[in-house]
């Protein structure tokens, strides 16, 4: 089991390139497909919840960004299925959320700073 994890992608870069690696057209012809939309709706959903813990420090916005990329991703897929740009759009907001979220700066971390003379009198 071990040796599973350690080869498991831990990144979305490296998602990306296991994914590619198998190819798109190789993963189309899978036999369990059916159970791959619900996978994937978990994974977003996990990425969501870890987006709303970081939230209290990072700030909301990173959430909000990767709901509406999870929305326009899901109500795409049904409401217009042959709309492939919606997907496009919904992936590159996941992305840029999950980016945002990595780059911005902690608030925890500068709501307590205080500037102080040398003297150690404020």
Not at 6 to 33: D, H, I, N, Q
Not at 68 to 86: D, N, Q, T
Request: some cysteine; proline content about 4%.
């Amino acid at each position: 089991m071990s040796v599973l994890i350690a080869f498991f992608p831990k990144c979305p870069v490296c998602w990306a390139t296991y994914m590619s690696m198998f190819g798109s057209v190789w993963l189309a012809r899978m036999p369990y497909v059916a159970w791959l939309h619900p996978l994937l709706v978990g994974l977003s959903a996990l990425n969501l919840l870890l987006l709303l813990k970081r939230a209290s420090k990072k700030g909301y916005g990173t959430f909000l960004l990767g709901l509406a990329g999870v929305a326009i991703i899901l109500g795409g897929r049904s409401l217009f299925p042959e709309a492939r740009w919606l997907l496009f759009c919904g992936i590159a907001l996941m992305v840029a959320s999950s980016l945002a979220s990595s780059f911005t700066i902690d608030r925890s971390m500068t709501s307590g700073f205080q500037l102080s003379r040398k003297d150690g009198h404020s």
